[in-house]
């Protein structure tokens, strides 16, 4: 009885370990006016290849090292926790199976959620290093703007005298 649900946790557990990330940007970049696109292809292929760099893990890696982690801690945490409260009835080995076994699935589970916030997080600094250098070749992107364009300075105040203050005003001392 126990070998046959230990097998289907320790199933649950390993599904719960796949996680499948996208790996390219989720982001719009287009080409700069009149940049042929050859040249923005080229951009793309250096620009994935740098956010891919930013990460110290794959997106994908990460999450599933994050769910095998939750899962793992959740297994022995159980397995503890089931020991002692089996150890208060007389039987500390069904316990311990027991807890090791609902570890599993609440740690798997909690290690899923884990997972997904991993990855969104590692999908959200990839495609800011993947916008940054888009952007830094002169390509656009949607949503951020040019950078203001110098003005003239503006003209100097006609010559003359200014016009006189309106009435009940006092000037200021010169």
């Known amino acids: ?56 893990l794959e997106p994908a890696e990460a999450a599933s090292q994050s769910a095998v982690t939750s899962g793992a801690i959740g297994t022995i945490i159980g397995a503890a926790a089931g020991a002692l409260i089996g150890a208060g009835t007389g039987n500390p080995a069904a316990g311990a199976a027991i807890g090791a076994g609902s570890g599993l699935v609440l740690g798997g589970a909690s290690g899923l959620g884990a ?25 656009q992107v949607p949503g951020v703007a040019t950078a203001p364009v110098a003005r003239s300075t503006p003209p100097p105040p006609p010559p003359g005298l200014p016009p006189p203050p309106p009435p009940g005003v006092v000037p200021p001392p010169r």
């Open 1 to 56: 009885m126990f070998i046959k649900w230990g097998i289907v946790l320790l199933g649950i557990g390993v599904l719960s370990a796949c996680a499948v990330i996208p790996t390219g940007p989720n982001v719009m970049v287009l080409p700069a006016s009149g940049k042929p696109f050859e040249v923005f292809q080229a951009d793309d292929a250096v620009c994935r290849q740098y956010a891919r760099a930013q990460l110290v």
């Open 115 to 139: 997972s997904g916030a991993s990855a969104a997080t590692s999908q959200s600094r990839y495609d800011m290093a993947y916008v940054q250098c888009m952007y830094a070749k002169g390509n």
